[in-house]
């Protein structure tokens, strides 16, 4: 049993392209959370700001004590909703306005990372008719991917003028600007990182080895079995403390709270760490049982449900 019950409310769902995976994340920190004897209070949010204003202030039980974050992706994870909890004044899990803002844009949070010294794989905004003019807005093979979604939604591989072509056909899903980015071969590596400033720690290095996929798209990331996490990264140790010292880097370069997960791909081709390539970093990582961040705090020795009650600890307060 905790050692204080909170009333927590559980923020869920939304309607960004990551809707599934926010449900099985939320439900699984629900279960959590009740099983740590907490109160709670699961709301599948919709586009109804007045409606959410008014479940979080006039619960007849009182305000939750603290809101815990399960969204992913636009609106959930972006300094929306987390503009809407500072107004409303109730703490909240994860990172806060400005942080959430700045990583999920990724042109914007290369700008972040690179000025920390965190190398980032060369890249470009272009628009949709700036690819179609020119057919190669790079060398490929490169990466075409949206500025602001996740779970790797809409990340296209591009090797030949045939592939944007393609992309063409498909129509166009991406709005008004995309993020190209030179393609790194090699491997797929993430770091989750906990804490705070001075206090924000590294939980491991895993390797992401999809089967049979050009990279770690949606179906690797969501089908089990479809992608081998090895952890520990059976990785070369300077390459895996480098990982670990770039990720808490650009976590605090972005302000990131309580937890996130930095993405990397390391091409073994080029020497010692030069190899070493800063994707992003998701201020609200996946946080079902089976997801990267529980499972890498897990191999630290933090259970989930220890994970999820640290969490709620640890939440942004607005000021
Ligand atoms: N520059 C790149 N080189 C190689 N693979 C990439 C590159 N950018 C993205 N990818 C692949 O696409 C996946 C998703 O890209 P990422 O930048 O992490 O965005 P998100 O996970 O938010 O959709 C990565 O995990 C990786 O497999
Ligand atoms: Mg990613």
Redesign the pocket.
């Known amino acids: 049993m905790p050692q204080t019950k909170k009333k927590v409310a559980v923020l869920m769902g939304g309607w960004s392209a990551e809707r599934e995976v926010s449900l099985i994340s939320g439900g699984a920190a629900c279960k959590a959370l009740q099983e740590l004897g907490h109160e709670v209070l699961a709301i599948d949010v919709q586009r109804d700001p007045l409606g959410i204003v008014q479940t979080l202030t006039l619960q007849a039980t009182g305000k939750p004590d603290v809101i815990f974050n399960a969204l992913h992706g636009r609106v959930g994870e972006d300094g929306t909703i987390q503009g809407l909890l500072e107004f409303i004044g109730i703490p909240y899990t994860h990172s806060g306005v400005l942080t959430s803002a700045v990583a999920m844009d990724k042109p914007m949070m290369k700008i972040v990372a690179s000025h920390a010294g965190v190398r980032c794989p060369h890249g470009i905004v272009v628009t949709r008719e700036e690819i179609v003019q020119d057919s190669y807005p790079m060398k490929p093979p490169f990466v075409i991917k949206p500025t602001n979604e ?3 939604v809409g990340v296209r591989l591009v090797t030949s003028e045939e592939d944007l072509q393609k992309i063409e056909e498909d129509g166009w899903i991406y709005g008004a600007t995309v993020l190209i980015e030179t393609f790194i071969t090699g491997h797929e590596l ?1 770091v989750a990182v906990l804490g705070h400033g001075h206090e924000a720690k590294a939980l491991a290095v895993t390797e992401l080895r999809p089967k049979g996929h050009a990279f ?1 798209d949606y179906t690797a990331k969501y089908s089990s079995g479809e992608t081998d996490h090895l952890l520990p990264a059976p990785i070369p140790q300077d390459v895996y403390d480098e990982a670990m010292r770039l990720a808490i880097l650009a976590y605090k370069a972005a302000g990131c709270h309580g937890a996130a ?1 930095a ?1 990397f791909r390391w091409d073994d081709d080029q020497k010692g760490t030069d190899g070493l390539y800063f ?2 970093i ?1 201020t609200q990582p996946g946080m079902t049982p089976l997801s990267l961040l529980p499972e890498q705090a897990q191999y630290a020795g933090i259970s989930f449900n220890d994970l999820i009650q640290w969490m709620l600890d640890h939440p942004t307060c607005p000021a």
Do not use: A, H, P
């Open positions: 996740g779970s790797s993430t770690y997960r993405d994707l992003e998701n």
